[in-house]
């Protein structure tokens, strides 16, 4: 509720500072019907995939739950725009299901940080980044709350320069548009922009490097420092060593992969950095109190 809110607010406000009815919004469903969202309120849509009316750009919003009712007929339709040419979005996890119907071939995207771990998994050959938004050529895909603000501003400035796009974004109290290239908070990762830029940036190679893990010293001559220098980095913002920290990163992503996908336990291993299944197990046990088994049987 919180996507559709955001972006369709966005829209609405634009008109009203246009001073012009330029943008319109409907609705659609699978069959037509009422849509219950998660926090128990309920769009009644419009139209049904069946008979969507001409628009210049369709969004697909999901929820947590991939297999919701009349999913093939989605995918179809999303299928058949795309031979025709339209222009396709996505936000959050919704472009989890524009991968399924194959619109996201040869282009970059992105998705909400919790799924995509997952979204890597299943499509490894299609680029998805972990940036607040992301938009190439007729696709449009933004990570989930609040970055659906951050994209339909950046449509707004398209259309109607940046002067309207900030003064929609002050109706809002939004502080910073962000662009494409910002990236999403991710999971335990801390706010790091009033302390240092070199540990930011070491947080962000690391998040971005856990299949295959740096060394510390590749690490500390990613930002020109010593080895020491980057602990001390470390032990004074985040009260923790780089391993330590590193560690959870990968174990987190390790967890995510557990929940959400039902890839072999050994294949979630290799590709958090883990070379021996037994110390996999053993780390992730410290880490969560429980082994990777367990995580899987309580999850599916």
């Known amino acids: 509720m919180f996507c559709v809110s955001a972006a369709i607010d966005v829209l609405r406000s634009a008109n009203l500072v246009s001073g012009q009815t330029f943008y319109h919004w409907s609705a659609i469903s699978h069959d037509g019907e009422p849509v219950r969202a998660s926090n128990g309120l309920t769009i009644k849509p419009a139209h049904s995939v069946g008979d969507i009316p001409a628009a210049d750009l369709i969004f697909i919003i999901a929820s947590m739950n991939l297999d919701f009712p009349g999913k093939a007929r989605v995918i179809s339709q ?109 999971g335990r990762e801390p706010d790091l922009a009033a302390k240092s830029d070199k540990l930011r940036r070491l947080t962000e190679l690391m998040a971005d490097n856990l299949e295959e893990p740096l060394s510390a010293g590749e690490l500390a001559a990613a930002v020109q420092l010593s080895v020491r220098q980057v602990e001390r980095l470390f032990l004074k913002h985040l009260n923790s060593t780089p391993g330590r920290y590193y560690m959870t990163l990968r174990l987190e992503r390790a967890r995510q992969l557990l929940r959400q996908t039902n890839i072999p336990i050994l294949e979630v291993a290799l590709s958090t950095g883990f070379t021996s299944h037994s110390y996999f197990a053993q780390s992730y046990r410290m880490q969560f109190g429980r082994a990777p088994s367990d995580e899987r049987r309580t999850t599916f």
């Open 78 to 186: 999303l299928r058949a725009l795309g031979r025709r040419g339209a222009s396709l979005g996505a936000l959050s996890v919704g472009s989890h299901v524009l991968a399924e119907a194959g619109q996201l071939e040869g282009h970059r995207c992105t998705i909400h940080w919790e799924n995509r771990a997952a979204f890597r998994e299943a499509f490894p050959h299609i680029e998805c980044t972990s940036n607040v938004y992301e938009i190439d050529r007729k696709r449009y895909t933004a990570a989930g709350g609040i970055t659906g603000i951050d994209l339909m501003l950046e449509l707004v400035r398209g259309d109607f320069g940046a002067d309207i796009a900030n003064k929609v974004a002050n109706n809002f109290q939004y502080e910073r548009i962000r662009s494409h290239l910002d990236r999403q908070r991710v």
